[in-house]
């Protein structure tokens, strides 16, 4: 249980599982997925609510290293390490 992809696939799949429960906490599913997409974009906020997702990763990523998890820990900063690029890019080159 304590190998590093583990720690990479949850890194990467949580703050998409957090957007998702931001989208259905703010909008109650009334609306579609890209409606809530675009009016980041009009907004200009895309980058801001990445960043609020990649949060949960810092719980799971607590919880990790208290069990002495540490490869999985590791697979989680490698995997928030990769969000962190990607909100630069979309910050300064797409918004």
Same mark, same amino acid.
Do not use: H
């Given at each position: 249980?304590?190998?590093?992809? @583990? =720690?990479? @696939? *949850?890194?990467?799949?949580?703050? %998409? @599982?957090?957007?998702?429960? /931001?989208?259905?906490? $703010?909008?109650? =599913?009334?609306?579609? %997925?890209?409606?809530?997409?675009?009016?980041?974009?009009?907004?200009? $906020?895309? $980058?801001?609510? +990445?960043?609020?997702?990649? *949060?949960?990763? /810092?719980? %799971?990523?607590? +919880?990790?290293?208290?069990?002495?998890?540490?490869?999985?820990?590791?697979?989680?900063? /490698? $995997?928030? +390490? *990769?969000?962190?690029?990607? +909100?630069?890019? @979309?910050?300064?080159?797409?918004?």
């Amino acid at each position: 249980m304590n190998k590093r992809y @583990i =720690g990479v @696939i *949850l890194g990467l799949i949580l703050p %998409v @599982i957090t957007m998702w429960a /931001l989208y259905e906490f $703010s909008y109650g =599913g009334d609306r579609p %997925v890209s409606e809530f997409i675009e009016s980041l974009i009009r907004l200009q $906020s895309m $980058s801001t609510m +990445i960043a609020i997702a990649c *949060l949960s990763n /810092l719980a %799971v990523f607590t +919880i990790f290293a208290y069990t002495d998890k540490y490869e999985v820990s590791r697979g989680m900063i /490698l $995997s928030t +390490i *990769l969000w962190a690029f990607a +909100i630069v890019v @979309i910050k300064f080159f797409v918004q």
